[in-house]
């Protein structure tokens, strides 16, 4: 099956109890055992869940792995994904992968004995700089928050697979409709399904997705024992959003175009980050492993803070706001909003300005997001 048929009937049939065309939601905690000592096929929600599994199957049909496992955040995968590994291990991670990933590894998960590195994964020898005897894995995104850098990720699975290491992709902002870091030589594919997936910013979930049944089989055990597992209507409402994941993200590529292509000609943007223009620096791996550019794109705009306010303040189809990946078109700026925790100095570094805005664009009318951009630039 290809895509858009999978996202609507893999781990989807028709519920064998009843006949219902959509899969149930199945709000039950603990299953009748028929005989004790002799388990079912479902005992109890957090180990499986017949909605939960639906999901899952959904997941590894689209990511074209082995096993898929769904986590109650995207937080919670990643969390459960470095449960793999043990006191003493070395990780290298990308030096700009999301905030809330930084946060765990850094102030979190070294306080239980893991060790990190930071690394700008653009460079595969740096990162093979980087690897020592304990390396176990290395974890990176791409695209990357904001600044929409690609990772060669065939590349970085060389270096992993050469040193022993897993190696994790973040795949949430392009999702699995545009990118498969599995069939690239990525182990585990993590996603926060808060965005994409999911799709209507009405949720909050995680995933993650591997070909390997060592590390599924682990991974699993993990998802239970440590328990990070999402309910039922979340499951359900992840499942209808992936439904539509094809169309929807053919709409959000075809919108951020046409949104990348206007802000290239106004005077008073100094630079956009967006896969799919010409000049971006990593264009030939972007057609190789992505197949299209999605809805995610940053803009330096000239001037101060008093400008980025007063082109925030001013629009109103995009909504001033967090988080990514919904119908609605949203926007943020980075230096205040997203990604405020970073000390200044380091965010500069990492070459995120003071200017920058953010954008998820969202599958409205692009008509209407061109002329909502018109008014808001109008008088800057
Ligand atoms: C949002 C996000 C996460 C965290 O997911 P939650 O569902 O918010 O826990 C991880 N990685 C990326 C790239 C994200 O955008």
Not at 16 to 25: E, L, R
Not at 151 to 174: G, M, W
Not at 196 to 224: C, M, P, W
Not at 261 to 289: A, F, I, N, S, T
Request: one cysteine or more.
């Amino acid at each position: 099956m290809r895509f858009s048929t999978k996202a609507i009937h893999a781990g989807q049939d028709p519920d064998p109890a009843t006949g219902s065309v959509t899969v149930p939601v199945y709000l039950t905690s603990t299953y009748m055992q028929l005989k004790p000592g002799r388990e079912g096929k479902y005992v109890y929600s957090r180990t499986a869940n017949p909605t939960r599994n639906a999901l899952e199957e959904s997941l590894a049909s689209l990511e074209e792995g082995k096993i898929g496992l769904a986590f109650s955040s995207g937080l919670a995968a990643t969390t459960t994904v470095l449960m793999l590994l043990r006191k003493g291990d070395h990780v290298i991670a990308g030096d700009d992968i999301y905030g809330g990933t930084y946060r765990l590894f850094d102030q979190v998960l070294r306080n239980y004995g893991l060790q990190f590195s930071f690394v700008d994964p653009r460079s595969p020898d740096k990162v093979e700089k980087a690897v020592r005897k304990n390396t176990r894995m290395i974890w990176i995104e791409t695209p990357t928050n904001p600044l929409m850098r690609v990772v060669d990720i065939r590349a970085i699975s060389k270096v992993a697979k050469k040193n022993h290491a897993l190696l994790v992709v973040d795949n949430t902002f392009a999702s699995p409709y545009l990118q498969n870091p599995l069939r690239h030589g990525a182990d585990i594919s993590v996603h926060s399904t808060t965005k994409y997936l999911g799709g209507h910013s009405d949720l909050i979930g995680g995933a993650a997705i591997t070909t390997d049944t060592e590390v599924g089989k682990r991974l699993k055990f993990l998802q239970n024992a440590v328990g990070a597992v999402p309910g039922p209507l979340d499951c359900w409402l992840v499942l209808r959003g992936i439904k539509t994941l094809a169309v929807r993200m053919d709409r959000h590529n075809s919108n951020a175009k046409q949104v990348s292509e206007y802000l290239m000609k106004q005077p008073q943007v100094e630079h956009v980050y967006y896969p799919g223009l010409p000049d971006h620096p990593q264009r030939d791996v972007v057609k190789r492993q992505m197949r299209g550019y999605g809805g995610m794109l940053s803009f330096e705009l000239k001037g101060g803070f008093r400008e980025c306010e007063k082109l925030l303040t001013k629009l109103r189809v995009f909504t001033l706001a967090e988080s990514l990946g919904g119908v609605e078109s949203l926007i943020e700026h980075p230096a205040s909003m997203t990604h405020a925790s970073i000390p200044r100095q380091r965010r500069i570094e990492q070459g995120i300005k003071d200017t920058l805005i953010r954008m998820s664009v969202g599958i409205e009318d692009a008509e209407d997001l061109l002329e909502d951009l018109q008014k808001g630039f109008k008088g800057l």
